[in-house]
């Protein structure tokens, strides 16, 4: 008998035991299961700095005499035709055969022999430059003034424009009387006191030359 109440008491006294040791347990348990699932952190890649970019070289004409320079298209040249008291003349044109063209006597004859495009740039300083200047009468009239013109070349088609710089210029084509009847585009406009006129015998070059009279700008 006293042996069975000896087993009794163990028995109980184990199980004592084990409860207060889950009871004690318990929390940590609970705390452990619970503790916060910690995030990995995302690093955003850094995007390299873009490489500053190249400035592009500008083909340009500058002319310390006229005081005044104009952007050409690539490639192309430039060659005088001539220079008077109150005129002179420059050929810009495409860099095809630039050797033969500047050392030519007749620059004018080589470019229309080797069929190279190219537009006339013309600066007058005479004296009927004036603030009222009738434009379209030195169109008609040719290069040398409303004096000297004959008055046979036809307006076909008359603009006025202004460039961001609010230079005013006037944009044409008209039809040259002759054996055989041609046709010429330009523009014309003043700038310090003088007439310019780009002009060409090559209907395809209006764009161009609407682009040097665009990018025309004196310099004083």
């Not at 004296?127 to 036809?154: L, Q, R, T, W």
Request: aromatic content about 8%; charged content about 20%; hydrophobic content about 40%.
């Amino acid at each position: 008998m006293d042996n069975q109440k000896r087993n009794i008491l163990v028995v109980l006294v184990i199980f004592i035991i084990i409860t207060v040791a889950g009871i004690v347990s318990r929390p940590l348990f609970i705390k452990k299961a619970q503790a916060p699932v910690v995030q990995p952190v995302v690093v955003q890649p850094v995007a390299p700095e873009p490489e500053p970019e190249t400035p592009v070289a500008q083909n340009l004409y500058d002319n310390i005499e006229e005081a005044f320079e104009i952007k050409l298209p690539d490639n192309w040249k430039t060659v005088s035709q001539s220079s008077e008291t109150n005129l002179s003349k420059i050929l810009l044109y495409a860099g095809e055969n630039a050797a033969a063209v500047s050392s030519s006597t007749d620059p004018l004859l080589t470019l229309i022999s080797n069929k190279i495009p190219y537009v006339s740039l013309t600066v007058n300083k005479g004296d009927f430059v004036a603030e009222n200047f009738d434009f379209k009468n030195y169109v008609i009239s040719g290069a040398g003034g409303p004096a000297g013109g004959s008055y046979k070349d036809k307006v076909l088609s008359w603009e006025e424009k202004v460039t961001s710089r609010k230079q005013t210029f006037y944009e044409y084509t008209k039809e040259i009387q002759g054996e055989p009847v041609t046709q010429k585009v330009g523009v014309v406009w003043i700038a310090d006191g003088k007439l310019f006129e780009l002009s060409s015998d090559n209907l395809s070059q209006q764009v161009i030359i609407e682009n040097m009279v665009l990018n025309f700008m004196p310099i004083r």
